[in-house]
């Protein structure tokens, strides 16, 4: 092992690849919460696969052909983590957060009660909670250290950490990804509201997407039938955690509280159900 994430354990296979195992592991607020959510782990690599697949003429990716089997020896261990692992490309994480917002929700909500704006990004007057944006915005995060929380920075400040061409492609691959999702994702009763990628290198300096993609994990997917503007819709992904942590006296540091055993099984429910709606024929 080489890295161990807020949910993925990272080790190192060999010079060229790595061996990440997406766990059941729940984070919320950037804390990892005591209780796993049952199937979470083979649920995102599920759907990161589907994703990766419907954007692969867009950009690269990190997935290989190699199978846990051909790199792990014990077969007790490839039979447990068999639909959890993937043997990816050892690659060059950027160091940012590409941040896709196409809805007013969540931080982007809070910024703009207090500035008007999200990440310096002027919004019109008077938009509502939720409320559809009149473009989709590219608002990055700065990765932060374990433990800390990530940073909102500007675009400006993208360019000077990775230069102005590498920040123009990430922040226009973004987009069409996220845009190219929302769109697919319409027709299955689903909205996604936000979502957040992240890129890395190989040694010839040509942009992979990497980590998860387009999971309840890393977006806010909320159902058609029940979105309305002005309220924080119901959703299949962990924001139903957040929304009961919420009410919580917390301060949101570790550790985290316990969760409800039917608060587990319902978040299970969530993430199966995003799982179906998307990948459906």
């Not at 290198?201 to 159902?223: M, Y």
């Amino acid at each position: 092992m080489i890295a161990r994430g807020k949910v993925r354990d990272i080790y190192s296979v060999d010079d060229d690849h790595l061996l990440i195992v997406t766990s059941d592991r729940l984070s919320a607020y950037d804390v990892v919460l005591p209780d796993p959510i049952p199937g979470k782990g083979e649920v995102l690599t599920k759907i990161s696969l589907f994703w990766f697949d419907l954007m692969a003429d867009i950009i690269d990716n990190q997935l290989t052909e190699l199978r846990i089997e051909d790199v792990v020896d014990d077969a007790d261990i490839c039979d447990a983590l068999r639909d959890q692992a993937l043997v990816v490309k050892r690659l060059r994480p950027l160091p940012i957060e590409a941040v896709v917002r196409g809805y007013l929700i969540g931080s982007g909500w809070r910024d703009y009660l207090d500035t008007g704006q999200i990440c310096g990004i002027a919004l019109p007057a008077e938009m509502q909670q939720a409320e559809k944006l009149p473009t989709t915005l590219f608002t990055p995060a700065s990765k932060a250290e374990s433990g800390d929380h990530d940073e909102n920075i500007s675009f400006e400040q993208v360019i000077e950490l990775i230069g102005d061409e590498l920040a123009t492609r990430v922040r226009d691959v973004s987009i069409q990804i996220y845009e190219r999702a929302a769109a697919f994702a319409l027709k299955r009763g689903i909205i996604i509201a936000d979502t957040k990628f992240e890129f890395g290198l190989d040694d010839d300096g040509r942009l992979h997407i990497i980590d998860e993609v387009l999971t309840p994990d890393s977006s806010r997917f909320w159902p058609i039938d029940k979105y309305e503007i002005g309220t924080s819709p119901p959703s299949f992904d962990k924001q139903f955690v957040r929304d009961y942590l919420d009410t919580l006296d917390w301060d949101k540091t570790a550790p985290g509280p316990k969760l409800p055993p039917e608060l587990l099984e319902q978040t299970a429910t969530k993430y199966r159900e995003a799982l179906t709606r998307m990948t459906a024929d």
